[in-house]
């Protein structure tokens, strides 16, 4: 089945890896909305694979093809639809998997789930290439937020525990949000980037794979967005960055941290800005009981590492029921997190604008 998130905004991604082509649907954005394409084709060329040695060598345009939603340039009321053609395949590579599944991989549920028809061709509707359309999706709410005065971006906060410069929670400004989106290797310290490539070099050569940590920060936001409990702001973003494939984690403000602190040292102390009621500290987020305060929202997301190594591994034939080894061909990513990062910032955007959407029309 399709991939669905439904609230103010209807999204669906449908394809698969190696088939004909990807695409999204959207429905529910608001007519006359411009949509700068040479913009989105630079948000989606952030994600594209191949170029650099820290990606796969697979190289796809990733041009989208706009089908409905769109006429001169602007949203039209009609559900928009795009799709991207898959120009760059090698599906003899994945033959073997329907029998002998990749550790950590959904070759063995999709198995199970499907019966033995899914698609294996380069992860079928499981991989990562899906989140192509999800940044156009993405993409767009990203451009209608900036116009209202709302900005979302994301680096890269750690890799294999080797950590970047963090956001910070309370005076985190446009510059620093946007800088690492100008970059092939989005950090903010470029000595701490050096250190990663070296490490995701390092596990290359060792025919591994390494994960990490990305951070995504959203300032402009209104006082308000959001609901108590089941459809707070951290519920609906984790919801939908939970649907990056391989991310295994997501926390807000300081996160995890919060356990080992007292409340006098969690809590964030009120003041008057003028006549804004802001935050000394930011250890929640910008997020108080699933309602945004109006400081900037920061979290993070954990990536886990490509589950697609080239060293053996121990896996099982299931048409013989008997324990095997495991060498997998093709193109992979020994590290996906650089290329993640526009996917997270896409997935904040969804559903911020969706959040915003319901807002304004409750009014």
């Not at 990562?128 to 209202?148: H, N, S, V, Y």
């Not at 446009?174 to 800088?179: F, I, S």
């Not at 919801?239 to 984690?249: H, N, Q, T």
Request: hydrophobic share 40%.
């Amino acid at each position: 089945m399709s991939s669905i998130y439904h609230g103010q905004l209807t999204v669906t991604i449908f394809g698969q890896s190696h088939a004909p082509g990807i695409g999204v649907t959207v429905d529910g954005l608001p007519a006359g909305e411009r949509v700068d394409l040479e913009e989105l084709q630079a948000f989606l060329a952030r994600r594209a694979p191949g170029g650099n040695p820290w990606s796969t060598t697979r190289k796809e345009g990733d041009v989208p093809e706009f089908l409905s939603g769109l006429a001169d340039g602007m949203t039209c009321g009609a559900p928009l639809a795009a799709v991207i053609r898959n120009t760059n395949t090698r599906s003899k590579d994945y033959s073997n998997l329907k029998d002998i599944p990749r550790p950590g991989h959904a070759d063995f549920t999709a198995q199970v789930k499907y019966g033995g028809f899914q698609d294996v061709a380069g992860g079928g509707h499981f991989s990562g290439r899906l989140t192509a359309p999800l940044c156009i999706a993405g993409g767009i709410c990203k451009q209608i937020l900036a116009r209202k005065g709302i900005h979302i971006g994301a680096h890269i906060a750690a890799i294999g525990g080797i950590p970047d410069r963090p956001y910070h929670p309370v005076q985190l400004d446009l510059e620093d949000l946007q800088a690492p989106a100008g970059k092939e290797f989005p950090v903010l310290d470029e000595g701490a980037g050096e250190w990663m490539r070296d490490r995701i070099a390092q596990v290359k050569e060792e025919q591994d794979s390494i994960g990490g940590v990305i951070e995504c920060g959203v300032i402009g936001l209104p006082v308000g967005l959001g609901d108590p409990m089941l459809d707070g702001m951290e519920n609906r973003i984790a919801r939908l960055v939970f649907a990056i494939p391989a991310v295994k984690g997501v926390e807000f403000g300081a996160g995890f941290q919060v356990a080992n602190m007292r409340g006098s040292q969690n809590n964030d102390p009120f003041y008057m800005d003028g006549d804004q009621v802001k935050t000394r500290t930011n250890h929640a987020g910008g997020i108080l009981g699933g309602i945004t305060n109006g400081m900037p929202l920061i979290f993070r997301a954990a990536v886990k590492p490509t589950p697609s190594i080239s060293r053996e591994q121990d896996s099982v034939s299931l048409s013989r029921k008997a324990d095997t080894k495991l060498v997998i061909q093709g193109r992979h990513d020994p590290c996906i997190v650089p290329r993640a990062v526009p996917v997270v910032e896409a997935a904040a955007a969804i559903a911020i604008y969706d959040a915003l959407l319901e807002q304004e029309r409750r009014r």
